[in-house]
């Protein structure tokens, strides 16, 4: 059956103008790079889906918010001022420099590839998909950070409740920063397991996801996190995934699991301050088609992030080639650094894990 990978070039719009850490370009470098290494309709095949309506936004997101993000942005892409309160709905790293893409449209886009994701799988043309452009796990329903705007991974999980009715999602959150948003939105949801593995928030952005952050109410222990420490590398998300992630997710049974994040826990990242080297992120995508099997295969997968633009392109096609069984190797672009040859936090890692099984062993046997 293969993999599907949506993708379109308007993709390139999600861009918040010069001197922004986050540029548009990045897409069309990932599709170039995974035409040049890979075949499209032998390991995968591209395909193209609509923009989201905002009926369908209104699944995740309040009309007020709506309204003033789809109205200021496009304000802002034709250079003209918008009046309104932008610190009401967006935190300062929304705020775009210079002229930016049509980054409203983008947004809904990368919702719309959402939805599709969603339809592919329920209805058993894929049981893997790609969209690229997602994992805008920072966004909330009336409030846009973190660069981004309408949050996609929120969208794929309220819908297959909604739609579908399913009723035990996983999202597995595997970019550098803690997922604030996604936690929002599933905080007091026991149908959606949300583990989140991201760098220890005292040291980055948005500084939430500590181990102690667990969920409320009916959702209390459907929210893991682990704060994974700095330079933490491979043998250190190797560990987290076998000794905390493999079993709960046992436990848990998913129907599905949706799995988000880019490259930006790569020890070369211009942001953030972890240890994995390409071959980690291949790592990741094939623990992710392991755990899969629980759900006959199932995977939506949400790929955007990630701020060295060397890096990018590897680190993305490796964690698709390992989800996708792909027989490529993928190397590091540039020699691993010493320091980074061994996982100088495996240590500190091998600390983080009994903190976080103590605060869910009430909840899940595996823990006890």
């Given at each position: 059956m ?6 379109r ?25 995974l ?7 032998v390991?995968?095949q ?10 369908e ?10 309204d ?7 304000a ?7 009046p309104g309160q932008?610190?009401?709905f967006?935190?300062g ?13 983008a947004?809904?886009l990368?919702?719309?590839?959402a939805?599709?994701?969603c ?7 894929f ?9 805008l796990?920072?966004?909330k ?21 909604d ?17 604030n ?5 599933f ?7 949300f ?31 682990i ?5 933490a590398?491979y ?11 493999h079993p ?10 949706i799995r988000?994040?880019?490259?930006d ?5 211009g ?40 890096v ?30 061994k ?5 500190e ?10 605060y ?9």
């Open positions: 293969g993999i599907a990978i949506l993708y070039e308007e993709l390139k719009e999600y861009d918040f103008g010069p001197g922004h850490p986050f540029h548009g370009d990045r897409y069309q470098l990932f599709y170039q790079f035409r040049h290494n890979l075949a499209e309709d390991d995968y591209i395909l193209k889906s609509d923009w989201a309506s905002d009926e936004l209104l699944l995740i997101c309040q009309k007020d918010y709506i003033f993000t789809r109205d200021y942005y496009r802002t892409n034709l250079g003209l001022d918008y932008f610190s009401r967006h935190s790293d929304n705020r775009p420099v210079g002229k930016p893409g049509k980054l409203e449209e947004a809904r990368t919702i719309g590839q939805k599709r994701a339809q592919l799988v329920q209805e058993g043309s049981i893997k998909i790609v969209s690229i452009g997602g994992g796990h920072h966004a329903p009336a409030y846009g950070e973190g660069f981004c705007l309408y949050n996609d991974v929120a969208f794929c999980a309220i819908n297959l409740i739609k579908y009715n399913l009723e035990r999602i996983l999202i597995l959150d595997t970019d550098a920063h803690a997922g948003g996604t936690a929002e939105y905080y007091e949801e026991p149908r959606v397991l583990i989140d593995l991201h760098q220890d928030p005292r040291t980055l952005y948005p500084g939430t996801g500590f181990s102690n952050q667990i969920g409320s109410g009916s959702g209390r222990g459907f929210t893991i996190n704060p994974m420490p700095v330079y590398g043998d250190s998300y190797q560990s987290v995934l076998d000794e905390i992630v709960v997710v046992e436990e848990f049974r998913p129907q599905i699991i988000n994040g880019g490259s826990p790569h020890f070369n990242d942001l953030t301050n972890l240890g994995l080297p390409v071959k980690g992120f291949r790592m990741i995508g094939e623990e992710v088609r392991e755990m899969a099997k629980i759900c006959d295969g199932r995977v939506i997968d949400l790929i955007a992030s990630g701020y060295n633009k060397e990018l392109s590897y680190a993305w096609l490796a964690l698709i080639s390992g989800l996708a069984d792909i027989k490529i190797t993928v190397e590091d672009p540039e020699p691993i650094p010493q320091r980074f040859q996982d100088p936090s495996l240590a890692t091998k600390r983080v894990i009994p903190e976080v099984k103590e869910h062993k009430d909840y899940w046997r595996c823990f006890r």
